[in-house]
């Protein structure tokens, strides 16, 4: 699998890593899954190719990065890039985030919070060092940090060799130009898919001017790019306020996807492979965190890699998207 450069560090990350935060389980999503299950997942999508496995403190409470400490031990470390969080906190105050069952989440970006956070994922995580730390939501009032001395603290992270580089997710351009000002960002993490493409707008191209790399989560807009999801389908959890899930939306989007088949015939391909191989065209800096749950999705995921959409077969998808997207951006 094409590897890419990890901003000015030696590193590099592969096109398609692995996110777990369905794996994690929990009230916040679909609840708890089989544990060797997960384990075999991450393991899988390490023989398939995927070097880089995300993870946070705030996926179940610290749960997802304890199932990723177990299935790192079975794994060659130095072929792993493991990349975690901090900002969001649960055992300490700070400005309100969400509510997971009966527990408050809250944003916390000083340097004092960062620095027990990075103990606690390094204790749970079972290792020496994080490849790649990133803040998770950035800090807001009444709470509020100002990002030079977040990336004070973080830069001291890497110099002490507890970190090897620097992240920043859910960040706007405002932010990722102040990052920059006081120090390296190797890597942004951001939401982007056929359906939700503001990060075109100005956070991609200043990415790819600054080499950073743009992580993706949500590519298949939680389920609904996968085709699986039939017309009578009710939304759950995480799913059910969203935008692309009230009912008329979601038809509209059932519509599109059986409008794909040729393409899929084409390409020889699934639905969700070919919304991974339409984002990984979009731009070389580009990698995308595939939430797989099972061996099997990673398998099946991992075949966009290998897919070389036409440009004329990714002008048909935008304009196919565009027909839903523009009634509501």
Not at 135 to 150: A, D, G, L, N, R
Request: charged content about 20%; proline content about 5%; some cysteine.
């Amino acid at each position: 699998m094409k590897r890419i450069p990890l901003g000015k560090t030696s590193l590099s990350v592969s096109q398609l890593g692995l996110g777990t935060w369905a794996i994690g389980g929990g009230p916040a999503g679909n609840g708890d899954l089989e544990t060797q299950v997960c384990i075999d997942t991450i393991v899988e999508a390490w023989r398939c190719g995927h070097n880089l496995i995300d993870t946070a403190p705030g996926y179940n409470f610290g749960n997802s990065e304890v199932i990723v400490g177990k299935a790192l031990s079975g794994l060659p470390r130095d072929e792993v890039i493991v990349e975690t969080k901090c900002g969001i906190v649960w055992e300490r105050t700070g400005s309100l985030f969400n509510k997971v069952g009966d527990r408050q989440l809250y944003k916390n970006l000083t340097p004092e919070s960062i620095r027990e956070e990075v103990d606690a994922s390094l204790k749970r995580l079972n290792i020496e060092a994080i490849d790649i730390y990133m803040t998770h939501w950035q800090s807001v009032p009444p709470h509020f940090t100002p990002i030079s001395e977040t990336v004070d603290v973080l830069n001291a992270l890497k110099k002490e060799g507890k970190i090897k580089s620097i992240g920043a997710a859910n960040v706007d351009i405002g932010h990722i130009e102040e990052y920059l000002r006081y120090g390296d960002l190797d890597i942004v993490q951001a939401k982007y898919s056929l359906l939700d493409r503001q990060i075109e707008r100005d956070i991609l191209p200043l990415c790819q001017q600054q080499g950073i790399i743009v992580q993706v989560y949500s590519p298949l807009e939680q389920g609904l790019l996968t085709g699986t999801i039939a017309r009578d389908y009710v939304p759950v959890g995480a799913q059910a306020n969203k935008l692309w899930f009230q009912r008329d939306n979601m038809l509209q989007v059932i519509d599109m996807l059986e409008r794909w088949q040729p393409l899929c015939d084409k390409y020889q391909c699934t639905i969700p492979t070919l919304a991974l191989a339409w984002i990984l065209k979009q731009s070389p800096v580009i990698s995308i965190l595939s939430g797989a749950t099972s061996p099997k999705q990673v398998r099946e995921n991992v075949q966009a890699t290998a897919i070389t959409l036409s440009d004329s077969d990714e002008r048909l998808m935008k304009e196919m998207a565009d027909s839903l997207t523009n009634k509501y951006q």
